[in-house]
């Protein structure tokens, strides 16, 4: 692995929203290799333990776990200030909390619709407006959250995922707009496929992107203080390109 301890500074302390994705492991992976503190939040409890004890194994300096919805937008602000006690404080929020949904189901049905936008955006809106308001007051902090190229244009194999990620890049570029000012950093990340559980059974899975890769890419950016991360990198070209098919065309491709 080729990010090194960081044996000189204090422990970041950092809350893992979705703890358990792949993405999301891959990353808090990194993280434990530099000694961080961590809180992990994620829904299956069994699945969260063996997370939490293998980074422990890792290096990280502490970690600790709650087993909640996220989808539950009522327990967030009880959540995370329950975290945030956990921790010390928070130097970095990092949201993974998401589904790719049944777009075939979503088309028949508007309940299936209406769940992957609350998954994907509604709670997400929740969670960072609490996170949000406690780095202002702050005047410090770095919210990295996971949205998608899918977000970028909305296509038919995709639309309801795709615009449930259009609105949370919307809302994150708004927010950024607003936090900058106050010392706080919003970093968007726009992955592309990433191979990880989510896409095991997708076609071309074997295709995507290395997730430990992407990983490495997401300390990076969050390092750096970026504000929008395509991973890998080439996906910002690709989207470019994308965005600017006319639409008289668009409409007739099978994307």
Known sequence: MSTTPQATTPPRKILVLGATSGIAE????IWAFQGASLFLVARNAEKLAAVAADLKTRGASYVDTAVADLDDTEQHPALLAHAVN??????????????????????????????????NFVAPVSLLTWLANFCVQRRAGTLAVISSVAG????????????????????????????????VTVLTIKPGPVKTAMTANMPKSEKFADVESVAESIVSAIDKRKDILYVPFQWQPIMFIIRNIPERIFKKLNL
């Open 26 to 29: 891959a990353t808090c992976r």
């Open 86 to 119: 956990s921790l010390t404080g928070m130097d970095i929020a990092y949201l993974a909390h998401g589904v790719l949904g049944d777009q075939a189901e979503a088309e028949r049905d508007f309940n299936t619709a209406a769940q992957i936008l609350h998954t």
């Open 152 to 183: 970028d244009r909305g296509r038919k194999s995709n639309y309801l995922y795709g615009s449930s990620k259009a609105g949370l890049s919307a809302f994150l570029g708004g927010l950024r707009n607003r936090v900058d000012r106050e010392g």
